[in-house]
DNA sequence: TTGAATTTTCAGAAATTTCTGAAAATAATA
DNA sequence: TATTATTTTCAGAAATTTCTGAAAATTCAA
């Protein structure tokens, strides 16, 4: 189990961005080093790299399997149970992505639907609910979209993707705009 | 400074998903609290809102003033400040969005382009590389593709977004698959 | 200027999250 | 079945983050 620098960097770097992205540390590094290893490893190994506890392990893969980024391997006549990512990282940011979807959405949405369904009591209340519809719209479009592109299939999502800033074009075939639209209307 | 139960269940649902979406608990809560409440409040009277210390409303104000997501105002003959939340809701999104952006993409893509300038030395770091390669090209074009959504009008925006699946019509058009596409193709 | 009102800072306290390691549970082999 | 290998659990330790409150800095007005 040793790794090169270079590979090393990355694998500290990932788990410090671990918590940005929505687990801690020690799972983002176990994550780049399944990642980056050609071969599967076991829990042992990953402690040892990481120097990290073997209960650390343990947990970390719980939470990477809850995921759904890791796979369970075996190894023939070995006893140990082995990792590695399940392979296509597009797939691996795909869930990330729905997950976080989940997580940031969707209990947000749930609350500000049943805070909408009461009538305000006074003045006060009618202008909090407006700013909730406002709020509510929006993520409930942040949602749908966030779906349609979860439900893309692989070679579309790369398509929309490296449209870039094309998109533009598109969305003008689609939807002609106004020449009185706001702001930034100079060219064409 | 009485808030409403339901003002409230708001107030404190946004500072525990705060900490999801890159802040704290209490800026979330005086977040909330800013965009809910008709007339811009000063810093007292957030600290006896929440009950928290004053120190950590100045601290919450600042790093709120930093995301860009609140403003200073002035009330004449009052010698405090006052903030508010800064009009559109969607604006706030779009700046929560990029400075997501920001923390969560390019310091990674500046790692990897750094390491992938450097030739493996061997077997293994090449196989390192390969998967760094791929992640790099997976985040760069995730990093496109939210710059591009964040310099769309707001107008376009909104149309892109209440598209959602509806998207998939407009890819076939700019680029019609052929048949042979992979897995899923059932239909049509 | 001076001084009162207001805001900011920051050391240490409190709260929260993460990690360890030994014990318990589970699984495989003999 | 008993024995050994392996994994999981979880109480408390360690690390990290957040918060408080008093002191320092700043701003404004007289």
């Known amino acids: ?33 399944l990642t980056i290893h050609p071969e599967p490893l076991n829990a042992d190994q990953l402690a040892e790299a990481l120097t990290i506890s073997r209960g650390n392990v343990s947990m970390g893969l719980k939470e990477l399997q809850a995921w759904r980024l890791v796979e369970r391997q075996h190894i023939p006549g070995d ?18 992505f ?33 700013k909730m519809q406002e709020i509510y719209e929006l993520l409930e479009q942040m949602n749908a979209f966030a ?13 929309l993707m490296s449209l870039g800033a094309g998109i533009t074009k598109l969305l003008d075939f689609k939807n002609p705009l106004k020449k009185s639209d706001d702001k930034k209307n100079g060219e064409e």
């Open 1 to 33: 189990m040793n790794i090169s620098p270079k590979s090393q960097a990355f694998v500290l770097h990932f788990g410090e961005m671990g918590s940005r992205w929505g687990f801690n540390r020690t799972v983002g590094q176990m994550f780049a080093l």
């Open 79 to 96: 006893r140990k149970e082995y990792f590695t990512t399940s392979g296509d990282i597009w797939d691996l940011a795909r869930v990330v």
């Open 98 to 130: 729905e997950e976080r979807r989940k997580r940031e959405l969707d209990p947000t949405l749930t609350l500000l639907r049943s805070q909408l369904l009461e009538a305000p009591q006074d003045k006060q209340e009618a202008y909090a609910q407006e």
């Open 147 to 159: 779906n349609s592109l979860n439900n893309l299939p692989p070679q579309q999502l790369k398509v």
